[in-house]
């Protein structure tokens, strides 16, 4: 599989906290990674940095072979954030076009793809003030695919989503997977940590296990996920 995201040695300090110590990591092509933490583990600090928002005390971030950060590679990053970072008084396609600006020129034919991808073409022309969570949600995934890039970092993008939304969600990113996408995706949902291809535990700055969901269990011989994080955060802690 194609590299597309090299992580060595990542560090980030803020005053005289060290957040995140010396983590490595790869995300490659057609894969989908769970990054799972509790509260304050460091998990949106790690994803600033591949956005390049946060600039790390020591260590690289490479995509696609090219230094984070850096202006140049901000069209190849879709992200999606946890909160619908949307404005309300403008339309949907407003909104794409906006937020597409800001990472390049997107032509009109990707956002409507992206849009038609999400069901959202006929709610376009619609106030975002107008939509419901869900077709936030779903926006905000629009928005996160316009670009065409080949990776997407999402935060929490389930969240708040009801069963029926959450799967077409899912169902959506096994298809950008498919498509060649790397996929790095925060969750504090231990199921949909299982739907992943590769889950990653980080707790207190330290990544403390990885591997294919199968393999976690296995290892720490335990049925689930959730089971796996808790036996991992004990045996880095003793």
């Known amino acids: 599989m194609e590299e597309i995201v090299s992580v060595k040695n990542l560090s980030v300090q803020f005053e005289k906290e060290e957040i995140l110590k010396k983590l490595s990591l790869s995300l490659f092509a057609g894969e989908i990674v769970g990054l799972i933490g509790p509260s304050g583990s460091g998990k949106s600090t790690f994803m600033n940095a591949l956005l390049g928002i946060v600039a790390p005390n020591s260590g690289e971030i490479k995509l696609l072979d090219i230094s984070i950060p850096n202006r140049k590679v901000m069209r190849k990053i879709g992200y999606m954030a946890q909160s619908d970072a949307l404005f309300t008084e403008l339309t949907g396609k407003q909104n794409m076009e906006f937020f597409g600006a800001l990472q390049g020129k997107i032509s009109e034919e990707e956002l409507l793809k992206a849009a038609q991808t999400v ?117 880095d802690e003793n």
């Open 119 to 235: 069901g959202l073409t006929s709610a376009l022309s619609k106030a975002v003030s107008k939509y419901s969570g869900g077709m936030k949600r779903r926006l905000s995934l629009a928005i996160a695919l316009q670009t065409g890039a080949p990776l997407l970092c999402l935060d929490e993008p389930t969240v708040g989503s009801d069963p029926e939304l959450r799967q077409e969600i899912w169902t959506e990113l096994k298809r950008q997977a498919e498509m060649g996408k790397a996929i790095l995706l925060t969750t504090h949902v231990m199921e949909e940590a299982e739907r992943c291809d590769r889950v990653v535990l980080l707790r207190d700055g330290h990544f403390v296990a990885q591997g294919s969901p199968e393999a976690l269990k296995s290892q720490f011989h335990v049925t689930t996920v959730e089971e796996a994080f808790i036996q991992a955060g004990d045996y």
